[in-house]
């Protein structure tokens, strides 16, 4: 399993996201762990979808995390160029 860290500001508040890698058969996932601003946990998927990585198996992702979808998958991709 490999784990990185990534911040994320976010306007009114910095959030620190934790992405873990998840072997499946066909595929790779990403178990990713971050605080709300009053610290409160949230835990989702994210998987890549052709070129883009994708938030899913998360039905009640808050929106301040969807809103920024794009900006997960930069850093991501910046984790990933490194190899």
Request: with cysteine; aromatic share 14%; net charge negative.
């Amino acid at each position: 399993m490999y784990e990185f860290r990534k911040y994320l500001d976010l306007g009114n508040f910095r959030a620190l996201f934790v992405f873990s890698t998840i072997r499946k058969a066909d595929s790779l996932r990403l178990h990713v762990t971050v605080k709300d601003p009053a610290g409160n946990p949230c835990s989702f998927e994210m998987q890549k979808v052709e070129e883009d990585w994708k938030i899913i198996d998360a039905p009640k992702v808050p929106d301040w995390i969807m809103n920024n979808q794009s900006s997960l998958e930069r850093l991501i991709d910046e984790e990933y160029k490194r190899f």
